[in-house]
């Protein structure tokens, strides 16, 4: 079965911890996004990966980390200097990010909340 | 920097009715434009992408079109069903890294 997973599908992060999501492709997609969505608003990006061991800032990136060491894997880890994380945070990836064909299929997403 | 609208924020049709969803952006100079469905709690299902030299695109009930000059889009349903209910959202992208600007999407029901 292709497609994204995340996981997990819900997190809950106390104050002052880092928590990562996972994020993991079978489309042998080169590039790879991180967004989040807040409620009634689109969704804003944070990170974006084209190759393996290469990534980019997005939009709103500060508080934010991410590594790419697999094609398949793109984590996000979110930390303490983080102040507003609750969201929900969506993985996608493109196969052709580079053409005018881009189309990004998208993981299930992750629900984060703070306790 | 690139803005996306999407006007109205919400929606509601009986069933059977065509649908009309309507997407601005401000930067003419697009790479594509991409329309998605999300439903609640889900991550997005990509429906049509139109490319940059394309006025639209068709599938099924559904077809989109692109005015550049304009700075717009609209997604047409045709005879609209219960299953149709869901976000939709579009995105631009204005760079050939894939970057996507996404409106903050209108909500549609239909009621049977």
């Known amino acids: 079965d292709g497609g994204i997973t995340q996981s997990p599908k819900y997190l809950f992060r106390k104050e002052g911890q880092n928590v990562t999501l996972s994020c993991e492709q079978n489309?042998?997609?080169?590039?790879m996004y991180w967004y989040r969505q807040d409620p009634g608003q689109g969704l804003r990006l944070i990170y974006y990966?084209?190759?393996?061991?290469?990534?980019q800032k997005g939009d709103i990136a500060e508080g934010y980390s991410v590594s790419r060491e697999k094609k398949e894997s793109f984590p996000l880890t979110v930390t303490s200097a983080q102040k507003n994380p609750t969201a929900f945070y969506l993985c996608?990836?493109?196969?052709?990010?580079?053409?005018?064909?881009?189309?990004?299929?998208f993981g299930a997403g992750t629900r984060l909340s703070v306790l | 920097k690139q803005e996306v609208t999407q006007i109205p924020a919400a929606l509601s049709v009986p069933e059977g009715e065509n649908l009309v969803l309507n997407c601005s952006f401000t930067?003419?100079?697009?790479?594509?434009l991409q329309w998605f469905r999300q439903d609640p709690g889900k991550g997005l299902t990509s429906l049509l992408l139109?490319?940059?030299?394309?006025r639209e695109q068709t599938s099924g009930r559904l077809n989109a079109s692109l005015d550049k000059s304009s700075g717009r889009s609209t997604l047409y349903i045709a005879a609209s069903q219960p299953g149709d209910s869901a976000t939709y959202l579009c995105?631009?992208?204005?760079?050939?890294?894939?970057?996507?600007?996404f409106g903050a999407g209108t909500q549609v029901v239909v009621t049977p």
């Open positions: 996608a990836s493109s196969g052709d990010s580079r053409s005018a064909k881009n189309i990004q299929y």
């Open positions: 489309l042998n997609h080169d590039a």
């Open positions: 990966s084209q190759i393996v061991n290469d990534f």
């Open positions: 930067d003419s100079a697009i790479y594509n």
């Open positions: 139109i490319q940059s030299s394309q």
């Open positions: 995105a631009v992208t204005t760079d050939s890294w894939g970057k996507f600007q």
